[in-house]
């Protein structure tokens, strides 16, 4: 590894990503990571529909919902820059303990301070707190994987990751949304994150002092991983909020459609792994990664086509959020495959302010195309944020140099 840089030196794709050596993987700190990380995911799973069924009960209209979950990718994408630089001054471990008790306290005070002008700012603070959490989690993870099981180290991660967003709602349904309770089950949730976090807080990666990366500096030096991401989050947040709107426009009934949202996220936890599988089989990320794009806009032309024939729709939907999540698990893999240290901080940090761009502006886009077009605007809108990754990943691929991928 070039120290100078924090870049790992650049051979022919495929080759390079092939001939990494297989050493040990130290599986018990990436296990204890994963676990923090789902369930904390757990706590925000359960977070999107408590917040927005209080605020429904209380009579505020759609659109101010929407903003307010919106304050929670703003946070990300402008907490993204700072993180690198008050994390490597604070220490990785005391940074992450400081986000985790910050989410616990953010959801009490949600409880505490009920006006609607409160949440917009605890909703805000609670995506810097969150955003925090998440950077040096999939950096430390990043680390601790070796690059000849890094798909796989990824693809388990993504799936644990989906798993635990997923039960939030179930546990939802046990505490109710009156009262302390759904309240004190989050912030218990958070602070029970640390439990694997600590048992492992030897074996976490400690940071290189010497190494100096700036989030501004990393930006031009992976433009194809943030297009990747972008698109991620475009899909993510307009796929779980306008899905089930599509499916009840084409006169699914409600509890099909919201079977559809079901049925994407199981795509997303079942097909991670064989997809990281794949990459660290074959060696050829980038060229995994035009193909799940690829598959994600072919899933786009088809869902019309199959929105009202159940015997295709569902393996097309399981498939359709596999391979657009696959984007993102790609990404990641590539992105410890080709940086360490402050880079692969900054790097991190690069992939959560972009993912916020992409959640914040994939609804609005979506629900004005489907105000325009008609239900397909919503494929169309997804189709074509994949076909441009497709298209960058392709040429990408094809006809540049690794190093500057």
Excluded at 168 to 192: D, E, K
Excluded at 240 to 249: F, G, N, Q, V
Excluded at 281 to 301: D, E, F, H, N, Q
Aim: glycine fraction near 10%; hydrophobic fraction near 55%.
């Amino acid at each position: 590894m070039d120290k100078r840089t924090n870049v790992r030196p650049a051979a022919s794709d495929g080759a390079a990503e092939s001939r990494v050596a297989k050493t040990t993987i130290a599986w018990r700190p990436i296990l204890a990571v994963i676990a923090c990380l789902s369930v904390f995911d757990v706590t925000l799973g359960l977070t999107y529909p408590l917040l927005a069924l209080l605020l429904e009960a209380r009579g505020v209209e759609a659109a101010t919902i929407g903003l307010n979950a919106a304050m929670m990718p703003l946070g990300l994408i402008l907490s993204a820059p700072l993180v690198p630089h008050v994390a490597r001054r604070a220490g990785p471990w005391r940074f992450t303990v400081g986000c985790i008790l910050a989410t616990a306290s953010l959801l009490l005070l949600f409880k505490l301070f009920a006006s609607l002008p409160a949440w917009f700012v605890l909703r805000f603070l609670l995506g810097v707190a969150i955003n925090g959490l998440w950077i040096v989690s999939e950096t430390w993870i990043n680390e601790l994987a070796t690059g000849s099981a890094r798909g796989r180290v990824m693809g388990l991660y993504a799936t644990v990751l989906s798993l635990g967003f997923a039960a939030g709602p179930f546990f939802l349904l046990a505490t109710g949304t009156a009262g302390w309770l759904p309240f004190l089950f989050g912030a218990a949730c958070a602070v029970a994150a640390l439990l694997p976090l600590a048992l492992s807080r030897r074996a976490l990666p400690a940071p290189a002092p010497e190494a100096r990366s700036s989030f501004r500096d990393f930006l031009p030096k992976a433009p194809t991983l943030l297009v990747a991401v972008a698109a991620f989050g475009v899909f993510d947040a307009a796929s779980m909020s306008l899905l089930p709107l599509y499916a009840l426009r084409h006169g699914l009934s409600e509890s099909n459609a919201a079977a559809v949202v079901g049925v994407l996220i199981a795509g997303n936890v079942f097909l991670q792994y064989p997809i990281g599988w794949a990459a660290d089989r074959i060696g050829r990320k980038r060229a995994l990664m035009a193909g799940c794009a690829a598959a994600t806009v072919l899933g786009s032309a088809l869902l019309p086509a199959a929105i009202n024939a159940p015997g295709l729709l569902w393996p097309l939907l399981f498939l359709w959020g596999g391979t657009a999540f696959g984007v993102y698990t790609l990404a990641l893999a590539e992105l410890g495959d080709r940086f360490s240290g402050a880079e692969l901080l900054s790097g991190t940090a690069a992939f959560s302010a972009v993912w916020g761009t992409g959640a914040i502006l994939g609804p609005p886009l979506a629900g004005t195309a489907m105000e325009s077009l008609g239900p397909e605007g919503l494929p169309l809108t997804l189709g074509l944020a994949f076909a441009i990754l497709t298209v960058i990943a392709a040429r990408a691929y094809g006809f540049r140099s690794p190093s500057s991928r």
